[in-house]
């Protein structure tokens, strides 16, 4: 029943409610002595260089192309792997051609050089 | 159980709000990465939905592929082909007008069949032991779509490593 | 119990605001945008209907999901590959605007 997800939603309200107030609160009240340097974009400690606004590399395209394509097999691994005690050598066999078939992809990619970075 | 069902009421025009808002922002927005986090609130939104409808399974798929994967997906094409959403250029083209008019005309029709068909309806449908189900009758019944996922995925992989490489 | 309509109203919107992106829009990224907004909507539909109406087989009564989740499978596949074009689009012509790749427009 959807009325179970209220904890949940409970939970929403509260951690929503607490991030705002946490910001305003420390807008409000706290001191503020702006600098060049407290004003620069937070890239982890790094002084950050160049405009984030230039193209990116391909690099970055192929490796999520190739985390999406393996993201997907979850849908049909985990309904198969609840119930892969039940469905006995059948289940095992048809999961294996579906294994087998992407296999070749990965292989593919694989010697095509996908996973290489440079 | 009259505040479960209120409740019940409440959480669907919210996600529905959330979805409906967020595809309005993504396909209005002159921004591209703007409007892309306005389609990641309108999949939320739809996630939710599909929760509401009991749906958990696709619900949690939503999530994971939707908002985890394709989302990423369409930020990373949108930061390798900068130049176009900088400019000032309009981001609608000509023919908007027309399109706005085949979209309320298409939804007019959508909204007639809705309210006017008899759908042959049931108890509403919930399934205690879903994913069980879903596995069971994905190597039974739809085995062979079940299969078939798999060369659509493998060619899929070849054919995007073949034409974005350079 | 929220009736069916309403779900099939809510996809409904979506689908024609999907439509309208990908008819109005000039970025090819953001045509695909829209046709993913109405591959979301197809998939409350199947869900929606999953869950009101009665199935036609005692066998099929997963089938609104099970269609979803391949939607979903589709669509990603659909994505991954759409965007790949849209890149190699880009490096050859140095655009992604839709009305300036007309190579084969008469």
């Known amino acids: ?28 009240t706290g001191p503020r002595h702006p600098t060049a ?9 790094m002084p950050p260089f160049g405009s984030a606004r230039r193209r990116i590399s391909i690099k970055y395209y192929l490796t999520a ?15 198969w792997a609840v119930l892969f005690r039940q469905l006995k050598l059948f289940g095992l066999v048809e999961m294996g051609v579906f294994v087998l078939i992407l296999l070749i992809g990965y292989v593919y990619v694989w010697r095509k050089g996908g996973f290489n970075w440079d | ?11 669907f025009f919210v996600l529905s709000a959330i979805a409906l808002i967020g595809a309005f922002l993504a396909v209005t927005l002159r921004n591209l990465v703007r409007a892309a986090l306005g389609l990641i609130l309108s999949f939320m939104g739809v996630a939710g939905i599909y929760f509401v409808l009991e749906a958990e399974f696709v619900a949690i798929v939503q999530v994971i592929i939707y908002i985890g994967a394709i989302s990423v997906l369409i930020l990373f094409a949108i930061m390798l082909t900068r130049g176009l959403m900088t400019s000032a250029a309009s981001t609608q083209n000509s023919q908007w007008i027309g399109a706005a008019f085949v979209g309320m005309l298409m939804f007019a029709v959508l909204f007639f069949v809705a309210i006017t068909t008899n759908w042959p309806l049931a108890q509403p449908h919930t399934i205690s032991d879903l994913i069980p189900r879903l596995g069971a009758d994905l190597v039974t019944t739809y085995l062979l779509p079940f299969e078939a996922v798999s060369l659509l995925l493998l060619a899929a992989l070849i054919g995007a490593i073949v034409i974005a490489r350079e | 119990m929220i009736p069916l309509q309403f779900y099939l109203i809510v996809a409904a919107i979506l689908f024609c605001l999907g439509l309208f992106g990908a008819l109005a829009r000039r970025n090819a990224v953001a045509i695909l945008m829209g046709i ?6 197809v998939n409350i539909n199947l869900v929606a209907f999953w869950r009101y109406v009665k199935p036609a087989a005692p066998t099929m009564d997963l089938a609104g999901q099970i269609f979803a989740l391949f939607v979903v499978t589709l669509a990603a596949a659909e994505a991954a590959i759409g965007l790949a074009l849209i890149i190699a689009i880009y490096r050859s012509r140095d655009t992604v605007n839709v009305e300036d790749v007309d190579l084969m427009k008469w």
């Open chain 1, 65 to 79: 192309v190739l985390f999406i394509l393996f993201d997907i097999e979850i849908i049909f691994f985990y309904p």
């Open chain 2, 1 to 11: 159980m009259l505040t479960s069902q209120f409740l019940t009421y409440v959480a």
């Open chain 3, 36 to 41: 993913e907004l109405m591959l979301n909507a």
């Open chain 1, 37 to 45: 340097a407290k004003l620069e974009p937070y890239e982890s400690g």
């Open chain 1, 1 to 28: 029943m959807p009325i179970d997800y209220l904890p949940i939603l409970v939970m929403v309200v509260v951690v929503v409610a607490f991030a705002a107030i946490a910001l305003t609160l420390s807008s409000l």
